[in-house]
């Protein structure tokens, strides 16, 4: 990105790794919860309040996408945020709002639930391989919509008006469960959703659905139940915190062989996260809304099967992934959802790791501590494995790419700062000039 000086800038973190975190730290909103609840504010024509969300791009974006879409967005301090989507229209999305990540498809499932029709340009978002959204198309068309995939990548959904049906998911999938939702909470008639997603985000998009008077039964289970109602008005609600941003920091405080504690936390969300440290020898304490994390100097091996919740979550695979390059004995991780999500292991091995990826499973020789190198994120969830890399690694680490962790942890490297990390982000300016002479 050139400035006015025709230089090229970017941001990089900076780590100078091998000490133990230590202190406390508090965790914000949850980012995949918050991006259904906006998303959701387009049902009902009423003002929704919404307390202790995160300050990441990912939420700067969507609440972008909805003022230009009409709806009044008012920012009430750093982590509250009022909508009121009354003057909306209900026009095409296009491929330039909806590009930059995969959570504006909750806008076909909104704008349908809302007006009978939606016309929306396929979203972005982290690259794992492909990401279909045939589910999706599925659940809408059960819903009455025709289908139609128009230019520039837009998909058009036309009908009089969402009608209930059962609907049997394939796969398990959140972005369907969650798009089905919202196309169905004023639908006519009831709905129900067999096979659906149990995740957390899930289910807080379900009380936030019955807190603008619609009438949601069964999320958290595999059989989500809908009845239909005509109007939802507007609320006031808080989103739970971010189960994959509390994961993150008890990696990292394990990788380190800190003692974090790590406050906003609902400990039940975390059962399968913390079930897996103290498989490696983390001690993790649980009180009613927080968890202490204390760790050993190095840590055993374990096992990992990324599954739907209440498996344990793909989005903290390669948090492990790093934390485990330094364990005691030979781990394995089996990826159970996406194609391909172990793209980041070549950047451990730039740091000394020993890893070897055959499709799913990727096979990890601990070696006895990684060494500081230059690596780059390249999605959100490999870019906090980097920092953790980074933070257990003998020597310096530089990351670039890192707006991809801007996407999803807000404040990451001062909260780390906190915890007593040598971590800083810095602008490195490489003159375009001189790259263009030499
Ligand atoms: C959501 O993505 C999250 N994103 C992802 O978090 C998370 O990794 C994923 O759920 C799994 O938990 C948001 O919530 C914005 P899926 P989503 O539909 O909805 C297949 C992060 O870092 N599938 O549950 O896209 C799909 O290919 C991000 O915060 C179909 O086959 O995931 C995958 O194999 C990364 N057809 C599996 O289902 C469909 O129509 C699960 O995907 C939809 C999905």
Do not use: W
């Not at 909103?29 to 969300?53: E, F, M, P």
């Not at 129900?192 to 289970?221: C, Q, W, Y």
């Not at 070696?367 to 230059?374: F, R, S, T």
Request: proline residues 3%; glycine residues 10%; contains cysteine.
């Amino acid at each position: 990105m050139e400035n006015d000086k025709g230089v090229d800038s970017l941001e990089k973190i900076f780590i100078n790794g091998g000490e133990p975190l230590r202190g406390e730290v508090t965790i914000g909103g949850a980012k995949n919860a918050v991006l259904a609840l906006l998303s959701a504010t387009i049902l009902a024509k009423d003002t929704c309040r919404i307390q202790n969300i995160p300050n990441i791009s990912d939420v700067s974006i969507m609440l972008h996408i909805l003022s230009q879409l009409g709806a009044d967005v008012r920012r009430v301090g750093k982590h509250t945020v009022e909508i009121n989507t009354k003057y909306f229209n209900s026009g095409v999305v296009p491929q330039e709002l909806t590009k930059p990540f995969r959570a504006s498809y909750y806008l076909l499932g909104a704008l349908f639930g809302r007006f009978g029709h939606a016309r929306v340009a396929m979203p972005g978002g982290c690259d794992f391989g492909v990401r279909p959204i045939d589910q999706h198309i599925r659940g809408f068309e059960m819903l009455g919509a025709s289908v139609v995939f128009e230019e520039n990548a837009v998909i058009a959904l036309q009908s009089e008006q969402p009608v209930g049906n059962l609907i049997y998911l394939d796969v398990v999938s959140v972005g369907a469960t969650v798009n089905i939702m919202l196309a169905a909470v004023r639908a006519r008639g009831v709905t129900i959703i067999e096979n659906a997603a149990k995740e957390p985000h899930v289910v807080d998009l379900a009380n936030f659905l019955n807190s603008m008077g619609a009438d949601v039964r069964g999320a958290g289970t595999d059989v989500v139940k809908i009845h239909g109602v005509k109007e939802l008005h507007g609320c006031e609600y808080t989103t739970i915190p971010d189960q994959i941003e509390v994961g993150t920091y008890m990696v990292a405080a394990a990788a380190t062989g800190g003692r974090v504690l790590i406050r906003n936390v609902i400990p039940k969300h975390m059962e399968s996260i913390t079930a897996k440290l103290l498989e490696c020898g983390v001690d993790v304490q649980e009180n009613d809304d927080s968890l202490l994390v204390a760790a050993p100097r190095r840590l055993q091996r374990c096992k990992i099967k990324t599954m739907p919740h209440p498996g344990f979550p793909t989005d903290m695979q390669p948090q492990f992934g790093a934390m485990l390059s330094a364990a005691e004995g030979t781990s394995i991780l089996s990826e159970g959802i996406f194609d391909n999500r172990f793209r980041y292991m070549d950047q451990l091995v730039r740091m000394g790791a020993q890893i070897k990826v055959d499709g799913k499973v990727a096979v990890i020789e601990g070696v006895q501590q990684l060494k500081g190198a230059q690596i780059k994120a390249y999605d959100l969830r490999a870019g906090a494995a980097m920092v953790i890399a980074g933070l257990s690694a003998q020597g310096t680490t530089e990351i670039e790419n890192i707006e991809f962790i801007d996407r999803g942890y807000e404040e990451i490297v001062s909260k780390l700062q906190g915890l007593g990390a040598d971590i800083r982000r810095k602008e490195v300016r490489e003159a375009a000039q001189e790259k263009a002479v030499s």
